[in-house]
């Protein structure tokens, strides 16, 4: 059995309950996780996540700095033991639509288990299976010439973290959660979507094995992998992984 303990991150990136959005974005654009902890007096109180900011930027758009820790919304907080096994983490975290859970020994906080850390152990172990078998194929897209207000609106409605940028019917580019994130501390104005996205991302074929998606996702530190012949035809996410690995590790 593999403890969550052996594979989570110990480094807790946290904000506290009064903290401005200023700091919570200036926290969540360092954090690879795209969730941060809100502590009051050490303990876990809530959770933001970039999904959460997102949420809240489509909603209020340029009005967003005026809010504060209080007035986001969070992802479910769970808790998990540190002797838990990944197997039965990676199942509440599939059960509850949730991409992380802060790691406890007794009262506590010791770490944190998202799924960049089940991308990481993925990488150590050997899987079969080709991308075809897991990926997404209900594709949300946004037009090249859209902003990063119109795509948080859009994630918000389609209720998804990324988009494939599309010209022509061509990817040419992806924008993530996290990205708007990072838009968002040089100030609430709407930015063009290509600009705070990544331009021409690393894409897979459907025939591709899993372990080379996630070779890929590990080695270059990134959630997402369109899947690409001569269209787009899928999209490869963390989460996908979760769904893939809950019942292997």
């Known amino acids: 059995m593999i403890k969550v303990s052996d594979v989570m991150s110990p480094v807790v990136v946290s904000v506290g309950p009064d ?3 200023r700091e919570i974005l200036d926290a969540l654009s360092r954090e690879r996780s795209g969730r941060v902890l809100v502590l009051r007096d050490g303990k876990p109180e809530a959770i933001i996540t970039t999904r959460g900011i997102v949420q809240a930027y489509s909603k209020y758009g340029r009005d967003l700095m005026e809010l ?13 033991s540190v002797d838990e096994s990944v197997q039965n ?13 802060p790691v406890m020994d007794g009262n506590v906080i010791v770490g944190m288990f998202t799924e960049r850390d089940l991308v990481r ?5 050997q899987y079969s299976g080709l991308v075809d078998s897991i990926m997404s194929t209900n594709l949300v897209t946004i037009d090249e010439n859209a902003d990063s207000l119109e ?3 859009l994630m918000t409605e389609r209720k998804v973290r990324r988009l494939p940028i599309m010209r022509e019917g061509k990817i040419v580019g992806i924008v993530t959660a996290a990205d708007i994130v990072k838009g968002l501390t ?5 930015k063009p979507v290509l600009q705070i996205g990544t331009k021409n991302p690393l894409v897979v074929r459907r025939l591709d094995t899993i372990m080379k998606a996630v070779k890929i996702m590990d080695e270059k530190r990134i959630g997402t992998l369109p899947v690409v012949e001569d269209r787009l035809v899928g999209i490869i996410t963390e989460r996908d992984l979760i769904y893939a690995s809950i019942n292997s590790i």
Request: positive net charge.
């Open 186 to 190: 040089q100030g609430a104005e709407p």
């Open 19 to 21: 903290s401005s959005m």
């Open 68 to 80: 504060g820790a209080k007035d986001l919304r969070s992802e479910r907080l769970m808790s998990v």
């Open 151 to 153: 795509a948080s609106k």
């Open 121 to 125: 152990l993925m990488a150590k172990m």
């Open 89 to 101: 983490v990676l199942r509440e975290m599939a059960s509850h639509d949730i991409g992380g859970v």
